[in-house]
């Protein structure tokens, strides 16, 4: 399925994979499954990966079915989780598009030799917070 660029592939019902929208590289990865010891929603990133609680995969999934990427990325800001605080890391808001690592820029920022942040900026120049 292909929406707004972005291409998303269900490989099974457990496991959904949306591509670049540049180059269709893999970028973000949605699998139910086991990370660390802790089965749930397995979220896989440009830069984070973590687990989210099973309860997350029915409306995930549906709305991947609907090619509705802003939609989880608003969701995944309200969890509040280590390592999605801000959302999905590979997806540009401004553009509504997901973006590999090679072409979503990160950018760390440092305050007196301490990381501060991760800035992304997407191939239109926008900016935004992907890991704070």
């Given at each position: 399925?292909?929406?707004?660029?972005n291409?998303?592939?269900?490989?099974?019902?457990?496991?959904?994979?949306?591509?670049?929208?540049?180059c269709?590289?893999?970028?973000?990865?949605?699998?139910?499954?086991?990370?660390?010891?802790?089965?749930?929603?397995i979220?896989?990133?440009?830069?984070h990966?973590?687990?989210?609680?099973?309860d997350?995969?029915?409306?995930?999934?549906?709305?991947?079915?609907?090619?509705?990427?802003?939609?989880?990325?608003?969701?995944?800001?309200?969890?509040?989780l280590?390592?999605?605080?801000?959302?999905?890391?590979?997806?540009?808001?401004?553009?509504?598009?997901?973006?590999?690592?090679?072409?979503?820029?990160?950018?760390?920022?440092?305050?007196?030799?301490?990381f501060d942040?991760?800035?992304?900026?997407?191939?239109e120049?926008?900016?935004?917070?992907?890991?704070?």
């Open positions: 399925m292909k929406t707004n660029g291409k998303i592939i269900k490989i099974n019902d457990k496991e959904y994979q949306i591509l670049c929208s540049i269709e590289k893999v970028s973000v990865i949605f699998k139910v499954g086991e990370f660390f010891g802790k089965k749930g929603l979220y896989s990133g440009i830069v990966k973590t687990v989210l609680d099973l997350y995969a029915d409306i995930i999934f549906r709305l991947l079915d609907q090619g509705k990427i802003s939609e989880i990325h608003s969701i995944l800001k309200k969890t509040a280590p390592n999605i605080e801000d959302g999905i890391d590979a997806y540009c808001p401004v553009c509504d598009k997901i973006y590999c690592k090679e072409h979503y820029q990160t950018i760390e920022h440092w305050d007196n030799g301490f942040y991760m800035e992304g900026v997407c191939p120049g926008h900016k935004r917070i992907i890991d704070d």
